[in-house]
């Protein structure tokens, strides 16, 4: 019942900035968490950067300082501006989100963590 539709991924030369957005739809009650995973080839997913409603945030090291997450909590919808890309960032980016289904009774709602389908992101020269 919910999807998550991830834009702005591409290619870009290392010192580059790319915006990422990734936008909710669907019987969405509320949203808590939002955020953004990256798996680079041959590598395991690891977390790049996460949002709570409320504001709060954390980033994996290799990216602080240099990619910032925010949100339109109106819209349903988290960004990843990431900002002098380096190579090593080149990854599928997937956005992810921690949701409340609406239900018509409080007794029946269901949170749900789906996942988008992932941006490509190449950084390279």
């Known amino acids: 019942q919910v999807q998550l539709v991830e834009s702005g991924g591409g290619l870009v030369q290392p010192g580059g900035s790319l915006r990422l957005s990734c936008a909710a739809s669907?019987?969405?009650?509320?949203?808590?968490?939002m955020g953004w995973h990256r798996q680079a080839p041959g590598k395991q997913r690891e977390l790049v950067a996460t949002?709570?409603?409320?504001?709060?945030?954390v980033y994996a090291d290799s990216v602080k300082g240099r990619f910032t997450i925010s949100r339109d909590n109106a819209k349903n919808t988290v960004y990843l501006q990431m900002n002098n890309l380096k190579p090593e960032d080149t990854a599928v980016y997937y956005c992810?989100?921690?949701?409340?289904?609406?239900?018509?009774?409080?007794?029946?709602?269901?949170?749900?963590?789906?996942w988008g389908q992932g941006t490509q992101v190449t950084v390279s020269s």
């Open positions: 949002s709570t409603r409320a504001g709060s945030t």
């Open positions: 669907g019987s969405i009650f509320s949203i808590n968490g």
């Open positions: 992810t989100a921690d949701v409340t289904l609406f239900s018509t009774s409080a007794m029946s709602r269901r949170v749900t963590s789906p």
